[in-house]
């Protein structure tokens, strides 16, 4: 990807201040998703140096994560499989407790959503502290399968969770970062 396409897609990034709470300076990527040229712009970079026929499932994280997932797998070649907030999904499910900032959460998948051994590339519009991230990359494997990368939209380095999903020796990816 060229110069001017980076900056298109920072352009149709908004940031509102103060959101969900004080302090927080929220990236709002409805901008970009409502942009036809910023959405292929994103999903040419999020597949860019994935090669063909190397994963077998995007595992999308809620809920923003599955608003490229769709796109982003079948442009791979592969299946979608979402990883949700606890009660939403319909099938048995294995679970992972992580913590946040204050509290804690939890994710699921469906039981049987990924078949062992499945190279899975794990996708979410945005990693902070990188909870998130570990935690679904960490549910993956229980079920099972093999993460072979991460890719998001947007990285907050200095929150510090793309170095995490590094020394988890997990190669992690973002197109923009936020210093
Ligand atoms: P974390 O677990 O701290 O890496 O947080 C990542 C999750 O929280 C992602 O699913 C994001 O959608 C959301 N998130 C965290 N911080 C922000 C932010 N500043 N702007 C938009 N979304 C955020």
């Given at each position: 990807m060229k110069d001017p396409d980076f900056d298109l897609l920072y352009a149709l990034v908004r940031t509102i201040a103060d959101?969900?709470?004080?302090g927080i300076q929220f990236r709002d990527i409805t901008p970009l998703l409502a942009d036809a040229r910023g959405l292929t712009l994103a999903l040419d970079g999020l597949a860019?140096?994935?090669?063909?026929?190397?994963?077998d499932a995007v595992v999308a994280i809620e809920a923003r994560g599955f608003l490229l997932a769709g796109a982003l797998a079948q442009r791979l070649g592969c299946g979608l499989v979402p990883v949700r907030k606890p009660?939403?999904?319909?099938g048995a499910t294995l679970g992972i407790d992580y913590a946040l900032e204050y509290g804690r959460d939890r994710l699921e998948m469906h039981v049987g959503a990924i078949t062992p051994g499945a190279r899975v590339l794990v996708l979410d519009d945005l990693i902070a502290t990188g909870g998130t991230a570990l935690a679904c990359g960490e549910l993956v494997e229980r079920a099972g399968g093999r993460v072979t990368g991460f890719r998001f939209l947007?990285?907050?380095?200095a929150l510090g969770g793309s170095r995490l999903i590094a020394e988890r020796g997990w190669p992690a990816r973002a197109l923009l970062n936020y210093p």
């Open positions: 959101f969900p709470a004080p860019h140096d994935i090669a063909p026929g190397s994963v009660g939403k999904l319909p947007i990285d907050l380095p």
